[in-house]
């Protein structure tokens, strides 16, 4: 428990910043469903894949490798199925969906919660920034490829973060997708997560008039494996304050898992979320047009990356 908790009380939803997993699910059974979690092998995946399986749902967990998701997987126990999915490689992307549909795998939420954050030096992807690639296209692949496998009141939910505010106007600098024009991590990053809830409104967009929902959030600030581009001065920084202002990862996973399971949502849809509750996101965030266009420009990315790897 944080210093910082102390000071809170929960919001409108009965949980707030300290609630953990655990707790948002505590009076539901999963049992029957089926909920896929990417990046599955870490921090708040990983306790993200234990207690959706803790609940009694058959959980796909995906990682950059078979070999980290099997890990993952035989750690949780019950139901947990492994799969390859390296979202900065679109062969991979696509062979994962491919291997749900194969399966006839029918899936009542899919949790984009993988991620890389801050990369200090400008990496690119298909010519693309690649913190924008993997966190946004990788999981726009994913998504759209897995529409046909989403249950009627299948959930979406995209791991979004409150760094999403520091994102350069417009949100998205779609004219500076390489980095080519100015590239700093955090910006990149902060770019990356307003795609993130941009694509959860477009998508909530399509889904209106079923039950389908699609919704961002934010987990909170956690110490976990994100942190690994930091240099080391921030990350000495970083330990010391853990205990003053940090969440647990059992509390950074609770928005995720609320969102994705809690019978209380069912229906809301284009929301953003932190702390299990909702909240707004900087106010071009909410902009329709830019969603719509970024959608756009994010398939025909994905489309160019069927070729396999460019030059
Ligand atoms: N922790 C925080 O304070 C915080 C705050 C706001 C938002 N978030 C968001 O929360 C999410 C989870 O982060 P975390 O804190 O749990 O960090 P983490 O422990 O570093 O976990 C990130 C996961 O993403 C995976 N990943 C990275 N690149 C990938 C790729 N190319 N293909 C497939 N998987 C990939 C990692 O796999 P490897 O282990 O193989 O690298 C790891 O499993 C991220 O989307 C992050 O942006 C975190």
Redesign the pocket.
């Given at each position: 428990m944080s210093l910082y908790q102390l000071f809170l009380s929960n919001g409108p939803s009965g949980f707030g910043y300290g609630s953990t997993a655990d707790e948002v699910t505590e009076s539901l059974s999963l049992a029957g469903k089926t909920l896929l979690v990417?990046?599955?092998?870490?921090?708040?995946?990983r306790e993200t894949l234990r207690v959706l399986a803790l609940r009694g749902a058959r959980v796909l967990g995906t990682?950059?490798t078979l070999e980290?998701a099997r890990e993952a997987c035989q750690a949780v126990g019950g139901q947990a199925v492994p799969l390859a999915?390296?979202?900065?490689e679109p062969v991979s992307v696509r062979a994962c969906a491919a291997a749900v549909a194969n399966e006839g795998i029918v899936l009542d939420a899919i949790l984009c919660?993988?991620?890389?954050?801050a990369l200090p030096k400008l990496s690119c992807a298909y010519g693309y920034e690649l913190q924008f690639f993997?966190?946004h296209i990788?999981h726009f692949i994913l998504v759209t490829g897995l529409l046909e496998q989403l249950s009627e009141t299948g959930r979406v939910v995209m791991?979004s973060?409150?760094?999403h505010r520091m994102a350069p106007k417009g949100g998205v600098e779609l004219d500076n997708l390489d980095g080519g024009r100015g590239y700093t991590g955090w910006r990149a990053y902060a770019q990356s997560?307003f795609a993130n809830i941009l694509f959860a409104k477009e998508l909530a967009r399509r889904f209106a008039g079923t039950e389908r929902t699609a919704n961002a959030v934010?987990?909170?600030?956690?110490l976990?494996?994100?942190s690994?581009h930091l240099n080391p001065v921030v990350r000495a920084l970083q330990g010391a304050i853990v205990p003053l202002f940090f969440k647990t990862v059992p509390q950074?996973a609770a928005t995720q898992v609320y969102v994705a399971t809690h019978p209380a949502l069912a229906g809301v849809s284009g929301k953003y979320f932190a702390d299990c509750n909702e909240t707004s996101p900087r106010p071009d965030a909410e902009d329709a047009a830019k969603a719509r266009e970024l959608w756009d420009v994010s398939e025909n990315i994905a489309a160019a990356t069927l070729g396999g790897r460019a030059a």
């Open positions: 990417t990046g599955c092998n870490s921090g708040l995946g990682a950059r980290k999915c390296d979202l900065s919660n993988a991620g890389i954050m993997t966190n990788g791991l973060s409150s760094a997560k934010h987990p909170g600030v956690i976990t494996g994100i690994r950074g």
